[in-house]
């Protein structure tokens, strides 16, 4: 976009806001990041139904390339980015009409190398960012590229890709003229990086030694008038002066590694992460997992797994509520001796039901589920006099939690939803929602409805509140694993193939 246009944009933005001002009506935040105004997955003037789908409520659909990016909103447009499958190394960033669905324009980047991602993930997971005049997009194996409205390259900055088993997914947040990435590796190289919007060039920087590879994305909290920018790390939630990256505070006792971002409301910062393999709770059903590696593999019946039992498809399993061909119900082994030394104490090449619940009771001590209640106000350690509640059940592995109205709800593997009261972790209530699978997307909420994506693509809608509802579960037929975005009467939803506007 031409710098007058620009101008004449951002004009046009300062415009509504002061007639909305003017309405005595507060000006609705852009859905301008990754899950919305500073990441809370709350539109509260939206109004969309209940039931939507690719033959209900349809606006528009439009193919897309692949990508597990969110899409984002700011004016006419939806910005949003991808990878061709064909080519690998081409990193693609769209901007498509709002009104009607037709891509404006697609601008590619190319990598050195198409990186190694863990089947869930994806070389453009990382949600991109906008202001009034530019989009800011990242990408793992990439960097960082700047567009303006128009599909211009401003600038681009090439980063290192932060080593991970899994593949990047932090996404990119604006504060102020920069643009902040936390850049978390297993190389002992991780860092916070702030660059100038305008330039791409370092704004600061701030080592991270002691943390390994992460895949959380940050958030700013103001508390009487000073901003914190919070970084959940591994075992670590941060809260960082923005302007520098500078440690103010911290809360020890999260696992190992951590995905979704913090959520806040109610005056509280809540920060959590599953156990290591994706455990919600304290407890390992070890019985349940024996249970289904029993019923599967016991060929001969005879209540216990023989070598010669462990063929083909023999998992670790760590979470039997998902189906087998889901990447997260079990760790898939190639060497199965190495896998029967671990549960085989007695060494006779079987493996009983109390060598089995042993070993599991072991991993499930390794690695503990955490999410904390943070009063803000802290110095140094927050957890001797700054920590409201905890819990150990019910955490997400991937979902990031959802404020609302007072309460708090975690989505996990399976379907099953954990309603909280934020400001003392009572229980409200935990339920099966009635769709199954693996859960990537973050829930999101409107005024009055909580919406929920699975990977298998059933979008279910919930009355808010304390009591649970299920008002319709909406099928796309295609997988979900992007973050749905509302922005006024218009839910958009990204599947496998294609970005999609839903409403009345």
Not at 274 to 296: C, N
Not at 364 to 370: I, T
Not at 426 to 435: M, N, T, V, Y
Request: hydrophobic residues 40%.
């Amino acid at each position: 976009m031409p710098a007058g246009r620009g101008g004449l944009f951002a004009a046009m933005v300062l415009s509504f806001a002061l007639a909305a001002a003017a309405r005595g009506q507060p000006e609705p935040a852009p859905w301008n990041q990754f899950r919305g105004p500073n990441g809370q997955g709350f539109a509260p003037e939206a109004c969309i139904p209940a039931q939507f789908g690719p033959d209900t409520n349809l606006v528009w659909k439009t193919a897309v390339p692949e990508g597990h990016s969110s899409p984002i909103l700011w004016g006419n447009r939806i910005f949003l980015t991808a990878r061709e499958p064909a080519k690998p190394k081409e990193l693609v960033t769209l901007a498509v009409d709002r009104q009607r669905g037709i891509i404006l324009w697609r601008k590619t980047v190319t990598a050195d190398s198409p990186g190694r991602f863990h089947q869930l993930n994806n070389a453009a997971a990382s949600t991109p960012v906008a202001d009034a005049r530019h989009v800011f997009a990242y990408f793992g194996t990439f960097g960082l590229v700047c567009y303006d409205h128009g599909g211009n390259e401003i600038w681009q900055r090439r980063l290192a890709t932060p080593e991970s088993k899994y593949g990047v997914a932090t996404s990119p947040i604006l504060y102020q003229d920069t643009v902040i990435l936390v850049l978390d590796g297993d190389r002992r190289d991780s860092r916070l990086l702030a660059v100038r919007q305008e330039t791409g060039e370092t704004a600061w920087e701030q080592p991270r030694p002691m943390f390994k590879a992460g895949w959380s994305t940050p958030v700013i909290f103001r508390h009487d008038g000073v901003d914190a920018l919070l970084v959940l790390g591994s075992r670590r939630l941060t809260a960082c002066q923005p302007a520098s990256g500078e440690e103010i505070w911290w809360l020890g006792g999260f696992p190992e590694e951590t995905v979704g971002l913090p959520a806040t409301g109610g005056g509280l910062i809540f920060a959590g992460a599953a156990a290591l393999g994706g455990r919600g709770d304290e407890q390992l059903d070890a019985a349940a997992t024996w249970k289904t590696t029993i019923a599967e593999f016991d060929l001969n019946h005879d209540g216990q797994i023989q070598r010669e039992e462990m063929t083909r498809g023999f998992a670790f399993i760590q979470r039997p509520e998902l189906p087998k061909d889901n990447p997260g119900y079990g760790l898939p082994v190639k060497d199965m001796d190495a896998l029967l030394k671990m549960f085989d104490h007695d060494k006779n090449r079987i493996i009983t039901e109390a060598e089995w619940k042993q070993t599991m009771s072991g991993f499930a001590a390794y690695s503990h589920p955490f999410l904390a209640a943070i009063r803000p106000g802290a110095t140094q350690d927050a957890r001797p006099s700054h920590v409201a509640w905890e819990t150990r059940r019910g955490i997400p592995e991937t979902p990031s939690p959802l404020f609302h109205q007072g309460r708090l709800y975690l989505v996990r593997d399976g379907g099953l939803l954990t309603c909280l009261e934020a400001a003392t972790g009572r229980e409200l209530f935990r339920e099966r929602i009635g769709a199954t699978g693996q859960y990537i997307a973050s829930p999101i909420a409107t005024a009055d409805k909580i919406l929920v994506a699975s990977c298998p693509g059933i979008v279910t809608v919930l009355a808010a509140g304390s009591q649970f509802q299920v008002l319709a579960r909406n099928p796309f037929n295609e997988e979900i694993f992007a973050t749905p975005a509302l922005a006024d009467n218009r839910l958009y939803v990204r599947t496998a193939g294609h970005l999609i506007a839903l409403g009345q």
